[in-house]
């Protein structure tokens, strides 16, 4: 319970003929006793909060930027109007800053028996899971004078999933695989490795195609035509650990990994492959097997809503022998990992060898842009300095691509906007050159 506003002006505007007319215990009862009995009658007149009657429905889950409606159902089941000012609770990182205050908090009038509804909109900023906090409710009497105050506890859940910005490329990557896979007539067709057809002989083919038993079957010369593979298997390997957690702009780069793992899975599984996805640090934090072409991606996406980097170093050789027991036969592994030199000297090197044995492997990087802007800058000492601390840096990024190719690793290092694409087309050269 509490006293409002109201009240408190009121015995405000009453003190003042008592001071001057009045003063003295007489002329403060004569204002303040009415006062108070009206509070007392406002507040046996307010509804009570304890015997509200709340649930929840609307969405319970929203990639990450958009807008989320959570709606709470108040009932009434008193014999006096509900007239109340409602919060519902969020933790701070379910709006936008400086819109929780908006956002959170409604009026409403409820009368007895019957039940109405108010929704929140929810804004998230960051992935993961949202739980509402508590309701409190805020009864009012009919004179505004007094309250009854109560807090309930209306469990609902919001995931909030990865974003996947980098969608707006998948159009053109499929339109690449058709061209890879003959479905659209381009001047040279892609060579995989699968035997799709035989068909006539045309002038300009490689001779290299005739099927010469075949050919003498028949009257006229025929040509093996191939299609990309097909029905291979793909283990994106998500490094959860410490270098995941700094940030590159405004994101961590373990966002721009996901957002890379999305897109590259959405095009793999148009091209009939097989994705699966581990995400890792010191343990599995989190692991996609089996899934079909249409249940992959939204599997891909709930799991990682979840993931967040873990201050601690990457354990390559436990990464190792899970991707290992992961994939027991000849994949393609994708490592999202960091290229800084400790960490792929110490921890990945090392045990390299075991992965490229059995599987081809492709490690992907996010580079920070503004290295590349600190190289380019000149006009004071300062800049001078920057500039010769950023070539050094990327001289020393290029040392251990170099470094991971020389051991058959194909790397892309690219910066957030760009990494999801040069993967995509990564892949797709490796399924050109028959290599999955």
């Known amino acids: 319970m509490a006293l409002t506003g109201r009240a408190a002006l009121l015995a405000a505007l009453g003190s003042l003929p008592v001071g001057i007319w009045a003063p003295g215990w007489t002329g403060i009862l004569a204002v303040n006793a009415p006062i108070a009995l009206a509070c007392a009658c406002d507040f046996a007149l307010a509804a009570p909060v304890r015997r509200l009657g709340l649930t929840r429905s609307g969405d319970t889950s929203a990639r990450l930027g958009e807008a989320a409606d959570v709606t709470l159902t108040i009932t009434n089941p008193s014999n006096r109007p509900l007239r109340a000012r409602v919060r519902d609770a969020w933790p701070p990182s379910s709006w936008q800053p400086g819109t929780e205050v908006e956002a959170s908090r409604h009026r409403l009038t409820v009368p007895a028996g019957e039940r109405r509804r108010i929704t929140t909109r929810l804004r998230p900023t960051r ?8 309701v409190t409710i805020r009864s009012y009497g009919p004179l505004g004078l007094f309250s009854r105050q109560g807090t309930h506890k209306v469990p609902w859940t919001v995931r909030v999933l990865p974003p996947f910005t980098s969608r707006k490329h ?4 499929l339109a690449r695989l058709r061209e890879l896979d003959g479905r ?3 001047l040279i067709r892609g060579e995989g490795t699968e ?3 035989l068909r006539e002989y045309v002038p300009g083919d490689d001779t290299r195609s005739i099927d010469w038993r075949a050919t003498a079957r028949q009257s006229t010369v025929a040509v093996r035509t191939w299609r990309p ?8 390997v998500l490094d959860t650990g410490r270098t995941a957690a700094g940030r590159v702009g405004d994101a961590p780069r373990l966002d721009a990994s996901m957002d890379a793992a999305l897109l590259l899975a959405a095009l793999a599984s148009r091209a009939g492959d097989r994705v699966d996805l581990l995400a890792y640090d010191r343990r599995v934090r989190a692991l996609v097997q089996g899934r079909t072409a249409r249940d992959v991606l939204p599997s891909l996406v709930n799991a990682m809503a979840t993931i967040e980097p873990e201050l601690v170093e990457l354990d390559a050789r436990g990464l190792t022998a899970t991707a290992l027991r992961t994939a027991p036969r000849r994949s393609l592994i994708v490592l999202l990992t960091s290229l800084d030199t400790a960490p ?7 045990v390299l060898s075991q992965l490229t044995q059995r599987h081809t492997v492709l490690v992907a990087s996010v580079a920070d842009p503004y290295i590349a802007r600190m190289a380019q800058a000149r006009g004071n000492t300062d800049a001078v300095y920057e500039a010769a601390a950023a070539a050094q840096a990327q001289s020393e990024r290029h040392r251990t691509a170099e470094q991971l190719r020389r051991h058959g690793v194909t790397v892309v290092d690219e910066t957030p906007d760009e990494l999801a694409p040069a993967l995509a087309d990564a892949y797709l050269a490796l399924k050109t050159a028959g290599r999955l």
Not at 170 to 173: G, Q, V
Not at 229 to 236: G, T
């Open 127 to 134: 992935r993961g899971d949202r739980q509402a906090d508590r």
């Open 170 to 173: 998948l159009p053109s990557k």
């Open 184 to 186: 659209t007539s381009v």
């Open 195 to 197: 035997f799709d057809s």
């Open 229 to 236: 593979e097909r029905d291979r298997h793909i283990l994106v």
């Open 344 to 350: 792929v000297e110490e921890g990945l090197l090392p």
